[in-house]
């Protein structure tokens, strides 16, 4: 399977899954994408003191926060950034994982567990550099497209 074919059947997936599915898969998926040991050690090239505390904190529990928190620690998060456009992978899929989960929590657009299925991909992608013409050849992105497909299914 291409990566446009993938990134279409996740389109598909969303779309046919109900909001409460979305929301579930949405949840677990920004715990996912933000849970990394790794991270908190990443973010230190990353941000300020001020952000390094708010990316903990927008990580500590995202999948409970409230759009309006994670809103919050997003700007701080934001203003406290050192890096110029050169960003960890992972931290910066951490981020765009709270953007995705804070904003579809106020908006309830689908397109925003789209692009979360699709950070959690990439984020298995980076991991075993899936191919581009057998996105799926790999075990490990077999499966991660197996778990999007059961949590919206």
Do not use: C
């Amino acid at each position: 399977m291409h990566y446009n074919e993938v990134e279409q059947a996740v389109r598909e997936l969303v779309a046919a899954a109900d909001d409460e599915k979305r929301h579930r898969f949405g949840a677990e998926t920004v715990v996912r994408l933000t849970a990394g040991s790794d991270l908190a050690d990443a973010a230190e090239a990353e941000f300020d003191d001020d952000a390094q505390q708010a990316f903990e904190q927008a990580r500590t529990d995202p999948a409970g926060s409230t759009p309006a928190r994670l809103r919050a620690l997003l700007d701080t998060i934001d203003k406290g950034t050192l890096s110029d456009g050169d960003m960890e992978p992972q931290v910066l899929w951490a981020l765009e994982a709270l953007e995705h989960w804070s904003s579809f929590l106020v908006d309830r657009d689908p397109e925003f567990v789209v692009q979360l299925a699709i950070r959690s991909l990439e984020a298995v992608d980076y991991e075993v550099s899936a191919r581009l013409d057998d996105f799926l050849a790999s075990p490990e992105m077999a499966a991660e497209f197996d778990r999007i497909g059961r949590h919206l299914h």
